[in-house]
DNA sequence: TGATGGTGATTAAACGCTTTAGCAGATTGG
DNA sequence: CCAATCTGCTAAAGCGTTTAATCACCATCA
């Protein structure tokens, strides 16, 4: 632990206040040195081979030097000399203004680091320039592969320089053929939420979808059809509505809703189902009594802390980022064709209520 | 561009839907043969140095060698040779559920990049084991530093393997001697929030304060305190409640609130905001008409989406990762003691009217 | 003419580690 | 008793860079 610049134990005089300066960080030679034997010796003990033949004596000496010099590998070292590094990189064009990009952060990081992997994330809020410098920067460090992730589903170019590694699609998808991807299951995600009200007894269920194009439009639309029919109810053009998909379009929305005479609403988003739930409670309508309220995205702030809570569907953004990685190291069989979907699992608060019978 | 194990142009049969197999990187030595040149010619081009005398000749035929093999340097060698990493860790311990720590990590790498530096991140969601791991790995990277960071401004105790780095606390604090730490100033947020009321001719302003012990919770109330004082007008111990930091806390306090005939309220944070809303609306009063509410954190989703549109106090994540960054570089000129506290910037919106003269 | 200086490049060492081949000595086998 | 085998360890090459030192060449100058 001794500063080859500072052996003096006073603080240096040019800081102050500030932290002691570090002492350069302790090398496998140092080990080596301090107990007395090669640095292939330290190195096979630090690596725990278990083919080397090293007496219990030297390997004890050698862990003691370790300890008593606090040495730490050098990664980087470790990285040129094994000729792949052990990074992965993550884009992520929107880290700052929704959980979304965190979570799926969280999920790509558990599972890299899972296979011995780091994560080196770029955030380029939508930036272009940005985002051809992270690039760079993880062309770099020789990334093992990039991870390109959007914050909502939705299609996108690949960046050129993108393929001069190897590349996954996280929550978005490329025509270009051989351009792997994971995206969330969104026949699947409206299906659920529509089912949810099926299940407690609902027939005349309205849709409030959003008027932006996106997969997920057409995707949480299919799926409210594909619901329905399995039960046997006929698809009524007449219920689905459309808004701008965010809390003043769900408020604006509650007026054409009640004039549709439903007992149940799903709604493209919670940020939706917030608005409306305004509108409903202006009104005098009571959710769930009135009327049944389902969102979709599970966006923890709004849905769990609305009054009623939302009843939702989540959207899978912790699996995305898993299986992403998973998809880029090559450990999930491949895909025939197209986007890895996930599923979008339905998580059930208070805002639905069994229908009465009439 | 040709692969070293496959110059025969045809995909390998290996990996027929795949991706096509990564050629090896392209070495500075590569580039060195092709341009006919020795390795040092090359690096000195790379690295544009002035100083070095390269004929304008050699410099072209170099540069089309790499541009036409692709060359990147190895960023790890760099740091390798050159001593020192170009990495700065951010250890954050929740990415995944507000966008907090994403407005933090926006700032820290925008700061960062600015001086050469890449972002090497860790999320922890709060698991000890994890942060043990993560700063573990940084170390090994040899990072410059670690910012350690929390989603809300809280005292931490710093862990022992920090302590083998530079480091700064960002978002949080620590008593120990020479932890640096930045952190958002509470009682100037708080000041500013009841500015904008008195600002439009309140006089009577209630204060929901948070029930749980933070540093907010102090700080926000003396704030509040020195502001209505600066104006003369005495603090009134009643007109402070105290509720649970969330919406269901700030619905509670309707009832309470407004046995406090007061015109004006300033909540503890933005999601009390929200729940105060309901109540009001319940008891079918109008923001600002009949109650002028501010909030406190600028949490997007909420704040400016609900109607109307929440004024409050923005917490200022984005500077506190920049900041934390030119602190732990040494940039700014040092604190004298103490944490460095960042400004909170007020963000108004519609919930707040002037008072009509009674 | 020989010293001096400038130009345009190269050589070689070093960074911290991994890994293969090999060496010396002890033990065993025939 | 010599060869073969095993045990415990080390030497050295190499990963992709940077950089100080050096070199060959040519022009200039006294």
């Known amino acids: 632990m001794i500063s080859q610049e500072n052996t003096s134990g006073t603080p240096s005089a040019a800081a102050p206040l500030q932290q002691a300066r570090r002492a350069q960080p302790v090398t496998l030679r140092q080990v080596a040195e301090a107990a007395g034997v090669s640095t292939a010796t330290v190195s096979l003990v630090v690596n725990k081979k278990k083919a080397a033949r090293i007496s219990d004596e030297t390997r004890k000496r050698v862990r003691e030097a370790i300890r008593d010099l606090g040495y730490r590998p050098n990664a980087m070292a470790q990285n040129l000399v094994s000729g792949s590094s052990r990074f992965i990189g993550l884009v992520a064009d929107a880290i700052a203004t929704t959980p979304f990009a965190g979570q799926i952060i969280h999920g790509a990081q558990d599972e890299a ?200 569907v989540s959207l899978p953004h912790y699996e995305l980022g898993a299986a992403g990685v998973r998809m880029l190291l090559g450990l999930d069989e491949p895909q025939s064709s197209g986007p890895e979907k996930i599923y979008c699992p339905t998580v059930e608060r208070n805002s639905v209520r069994a229908l009465a019978p009439a």
């Open 113 to 312: 680091w899972k296979h011995g992997y780091a994560l080196l994330i770029a955030n380029t809020e939508g930036n272009r320039e940005l985002e051809t410098d992270a690039i760079a920067m993880m062309l770099e460090y020789k990334v093992r592969g990039i991870l390109y992730s959007t914050w909502f589903h939705r299609p996108t170019d690949v960046p050129d320089s993108l393929r001069e590694s190897d590349f996954v699609l996280v929550n978005c998808f490329a025509e270009e053929p051989g351009a792997r991807a994971v995206v969330p299951d969104e026949v699947q995600g409206g299906r659920s939420a529509t089912e949810v009200l099926l299940k407690h007894g609902h027939r005349r269920i309205a849709f409030i979808n959003a008027t932006i194009p996106a997969p997920a439009k057409d995707g949480r639309l299919q799926g409210y059809r594909e619901a329905l029919e399995a039960e046997g109810i006929t698809f009524d053009e007449d219920l689905v509505m459309e808004a701008y998909p965010d809390q003043e379009g769900g408020y604006g929305a509650t007026e054409a809703l009640l004039k549709r005479d439903v007992t149940a609403v799903y709604c493209y988003n919670d940020r939706m189902a917030m608005g409306l739930y305004d509108g409903l409670r202006e009104q005098g309508l009571s959710i769930p009594d009135d009327i049944a309220v389902v969102g979709f995205d599970n966006q923890e702030v709004i849905a769990a802390h609305l009054r009623p809570p939302l009843s939702t």
